[in-house]
């Protein structure tokens, strides 16, 4: 598995129908964290919910904080 990092980008991929997962970060901007459950909802896409944008980029590996990422398999 992989992850894709940004709300652009994770966006992107559960509209495509090409995220498994979406990890969320309870931090993260309000109108952000409303669209992207919105999109995993109708998508049928479970949501992981991080503590912090912080902790999500360190699950991610990168060293700044993380709003969102999107898990896909590495199929591509």
Do not use: H
Request: net charge negative; proline share 3%.
């Amino acid at each position: 598995m992989r992850f894709i990092i940004g709300s652009k980008q994770t966006t992107k991929l559960v509209e495509q129908g090409k995220a498994t997962q979406v990890y969320v970060a309870q931090d993260a901007d309000p109108r952000l964290k409303d669209n992207i459950v919105r999109l995993c909802e109708t998508a049928s896409v479970p949501i992981i919910w991080s503590d912090s944008m912080k902790s999500l980029g360190e699950t991610c590996g990168i060293e700044v904080g993380a709003a969102m990422a999107a898990v896909i398999t590495e199929i591509e």
